[in-house]
């Protein structure tokens, strides 16, 4: 059985060495990565899923904020993977969201975002590593939890901004000691899981494995109910009787 191909945006600035290392995860997990970017082709057509990558922040603009001046912005990219969170949805493909990912599921849906977290939640500890040093808490009756377990988990932190408002189908997965959203999910299918943290990294840890794992089964299972349709609408052509 050929590999689920998952689309991976990045950065045109530092995708060069994030992308290999989501590609591994993707591969361990039985698919095979394709890298999307600013510029590049991006053909839904050609793939089964989408990994909307991590990097810089999201423009205010597309939810309503306030440009600040720490903000590092890259426009061509915002249009691009909203658009994909917009188009995956419509055609029932599953999407994962890691860190900028999570939150651009989020906008894309009509949710907006904390542009300084951590000046909102302020019990909420503050990290920048790619260590697993921050514990969050996983709500039950979740995607994620299914996919995880209700243990805390340790995870990374390489974020300023965070979820605020929900945007439209979408609900809270899991969130840190100090309240603030570390994952959203979709309600009801197709699959959609955003998680505020970089799993990527934390490749030795199973339940991380699991998260890529999960996109690459739901991206099987989205292209064998594509090829199903296609076989119905090909015999129905054939034979319109």
């Known amino acids: 059985m050929t590999r689920p191909v998952i689309a991976v945006t990045t950065s045109n600035r530092s995708g060069w060495r994030i992308f290999p290392l989501v590609a591994l995860n993707v591969w361990f997990a039985g698919g095979k990565a394709v890298r999307w970017g600013a510029g590049r082709p991006a053909d839904l057509d050609a793939v089964d899923g989408v990994i909307i990558g991590g990097g810089d922040d999201i ?41 900028r990912g999570s939150q651009m599921i989020n906008v894309a849906r009509g949710g907006t975002l904390h542009q300084d977290a951590y000046g909102v939640y302020r019990s909420s500890r503050k990290i920048r590593t790619i260590l697993p040093r921050k514990e969050i808490w996983i709500d039950d009756n979740t ?72 996109l690459v089964m739901a991206a099987r299972a989205y292209r064998k109910d594509l090829r199903q349709l296609r076989a119905v609408d090909v015999h129905a052509r054939l034979d319109p009787a």
């Open 59 to 99: 423009s205010p603009d597309i939810y309503g904020g306030q440009i600040v001046a720490s903000a590092r912005l890259d426009p061509e990219r915002d249009a691009l993977e909203r658009g994909l969170v917009e188009a995956t949805h419509d055609r029932g493909m599953p999407v994962l969201g890691i860190c």
């Open 143 to 214: 995607r994620l939890s299914r996919i995880a377990g209700l243990q805390p988990m340790t995870v990374n932190s390489l974020h300023t901004q965070a979820v605020d408002r929900l945007g439209r189908g979408l609900r809270v997965a899991a969130r840190d000691t100090g309240g603030m959203i570390q994952a959203i999910e979709s309600v009801r299918e197709p699959f959609a899981l955003g998680v505020q943290w970089h799993p990527e990294h934390l490749i030795y840890a199973r339940r991380q494995r699991r998260i890529f794992r999960s």
